[in-house]
């Protein structure tokens, strides 16, 4: 139990389009969902708080306009990458916690986004 | 925000060996989680262990067991007959209970296991 699944696990897109993220749990509902990004060899540093029903937290210097997360449901949370330019190229990783204490987060397999 | 520190960027061990990977955080709360996770090649994140600051009993894993030293703000991972499948990225995480619940990550050891 306990899986997360991300779509699509590679894209590559041209500078100026958005790029839409998926991020499902698929038996658990998921409350809380927490998107990363993570840069080669680097450590996951956390972009955003996302709580099923209420707009996103964004942690501090990420543009939320930049970067549009929304929470429809207790499965689904969707990262969308609006107008992306290279430097937004990165690997993306959401998780979801479990259960009102949360003291477990499961993490999705990751989205590699590249922008031409 | 809290800060978690890894101090060595690379680890390496002897297969069958032990290897001690360390972690200290900031932190002026007094309740919250630490976590070990284990990034593969494959890039997923996989939970290795939990420790719950309240407790002081230090938690383990079959080989993998945490000396977790609340006072000096150190939770450093004991993984012991190393196995080839160990090799990997280690994150050192730190969950806070009063600030939206949010993981804060180290910044990674890489670990080689040497056959």
């Known amino acids: 139990g306990a899986v997360v699944s991300q779509h699509p696990s590679r894209v590559i897109c041209k500078s100026g389009t958005s790029v839409k993220i998926e991020c499902r749990s698929l038996?658990?509902?998921?409350?809380?969902m927490f998107w990363y990004r993570q840069f080669p060899k680097q450590s996951l540093m956390l972009m955003a708080t996302?709580?099923?029903?209420?707009?996103?937290?964004?942690e501090q210097g990420v543009e939320k306009d930049k970067f549009l997360i929304n929470h429809a449901s207790l499965t689904l949370s969707t990262l969308t990458v609006t107008s992306a330019h290279p430097e937004d190229s990165s690997f993306y990783i959401c998780?979801?916690?479990?259960?009102?204490?949360?003291?477990?987060?499961?993490f999705g397999p990751g989205t590699r986004l590249t922008v031409l | 925000a809290q800060t978690v520190t890894q101090s060595q960027p690379e680890m390496s061990v002897q297969e069958a060996e032990t290897v001690t990977l360390s972690c200290t955080y900031d932190?002026?709360?007094?309740?919250?989680?630490l976590f070990w996770y284990k990034q593969p090649p494959s890039r997923q994140m996989i939970l290795v262990i939990r420790?719950?600051?309240?407790?002081?009993q230090n938690a383990t894993e079959n080989r993998f067991s945490v000396n977790f030293q609340k006072a000096a703000k150190s939770f450093s991972l004991k993984i012991s007959d190393s196995q080839l499948g160990d090799a990997a990225m280690y994150f050192c995480?730190?969950?806070?209970?009063?600030?939206?619940?949010?993981?804060?990550f180290g910044t990674g050891t890489s670990l080689t296991v040497i056959p």
């Open positions: 998780s979801a916690a479990r259960g009102s204490r949360m003291d477990e987060q499961f």
């Open positions: 038996d658990f509902q998921a409350t809380t």
């Open positions: 996302s709580n099923e029903g209420s707009k996103a937290t964004y």
């Open positions: 932190t002026s709360e007094s309740d919250y989680y």
């Open positions: 420790q719950e600051a309240y407790k002081q």
């Open positions: 995480a730190y969950r806070s209970l009063d600030t939206g619940n949010q993981f804060y």
